[in-house]
């Protein structure tokens, strides 16, 4: 069976086609990532250019979708679709355009998809990482181990979110940095001793803000292309530092010239580091790993185990 799963992010739509086997494998038949950016007018409302950008991309996926076949179309929305105010306005146009079952879906069933996505991609055990996925609207934390989600949070905290509020200046300014972690603090210091009680032992990173810093790290350090089907990379804690530092003093044009820097994720990365590494200093990690699975691949495991029994699905 062929399943087409779409991701409608704050800033971008991704698109997985698989063929799905009765064992529960998969083969990836097509994978993209495109900027919609759906959420540049802020998270309130979809604007007008934006709205019209995101059902022109979803014309596109369908076109691919068609040619491939799919059986089943399963489409979600995240932080701007159910924060926006036109969100169920523009739903209703994106499956006249593309013809799904559309879920939008919350941050905790968010979380639980990521988790199950990860857990595909990273080897976990019994003890306890931080799971982290930065979107353009929200960042979704989750502190699991191989059997179980053990605590899991939704924050405002996207990295489009984070720019619009804090950062206007070419490089980032230092005074912007500071109002920024300040806000850090307001925000996510409120579940830090949560986290710690748990002693998570890493930080596991999936999404967009982390596959950037994976490839800055192969292509600017390691000195060789970075391979995006890679499950899993290890990122040494020495080198999240020297490409943080190099992000935050380097404006946008340069941003733009580094090795493995999408051009859509120039902008945002700043942001994106800061908050990353208030996160790994407030909860004193030693260890980075970015998953090549998040979303999309934990919708796909649900979809592949859905007529297993509830019990064998909890214990997988």
């Known amino acids: 069976m062929r399943y087409a799963i779409m ?11 698989v063929e799905g086997y009765e064992d529960r ?28 950008r995101g059902l022109e991309q979803l ?3 369908a076109a ?22 036109n969100g169920q306005e523009f739903i209703d146009d994106a499956i006249k355009v593309c013809p799904m079952e559309f879920h939008r879906i919350g941050g905790e069933e968010e979380a639980e998809l990521i988790y199950l996505g990860v857990r595909q991609a990273v080897p976990l055990d019994q003890q306890p990482v931080l799971i982290m996925d930065i979107g353009g609207g929200s ?36 005074n912007e940095q500071v109002r920024m972690i300040n806000h850090l603090m307001d925000v996510f210091g409120k579940c830090c001793n949560e986290v710690r009680a748990l002693h998570p032992s890493r930080l596991v990173g999936a999404s967009g803000s982390f596959d950037t ?14 391979n995006s089907f890679e499950l899993s990379t290890e990122i040494p804690m020495r080198a999240f530092y020297v490409l943080s530092e190099r992000i935050l003093s380097a404006p946008l044009e340069e941003r733009l010239k580094m090795k493995g820097m999408p051009w859509f994720r120039a902008e945002t990365m700043p942001v994106s580091v800061i908050l990353m590494g208030y996160v790994i200093e407030m ?17 796909l495991w649900r979809l592949l185990n859905e007529t297993q029994p509830q019990a064998e699905q909890a214990g997988a």
Do not use: C
């Open 25 to 52: 494998s998969f083969r990836v038949l097509h994978k993209a990532e495109e900027f919609v950016r759906l959420g540049e007018e802020g998270l309130d409302r979809i604007g007008v250019n934006a709205y019209r």
């Open 7 to 17: 991701d409608l992010g704050t800033n971008t739509f991704h698109l997985l086609v």
């Open 59 to 61: 014309r596109r996926f």
């Open 213 to 226: 810093l994976a490839a800055l790290y192969t292509e600017n350090l390691l000195g060789r292309p970075f």
């Open 139 to 174: 960042v979704e934390f989750i502190v699991a181990n191989r059997s179980q989600i053990l605590w899991k949070k939704s924050l405002p905290l996207g990295s489009s979110v984070l720019r619009q509020q804090f950062h206007q200046y070419e490089p980032i300014r230092a």
């Open 64 to 85: 691919v979708i068609q040619e491939l076949q799919a059986d089943r179309i399963i489409g979600f929305g995240t932080a701007a679709v159910r924060t926006a105010a």
């Open 283 to 299: 909860l004193r990690l030693h260890r980075i790993t970015r998953s090549a699975f998040a979303l999309k691949e934990g919708a």
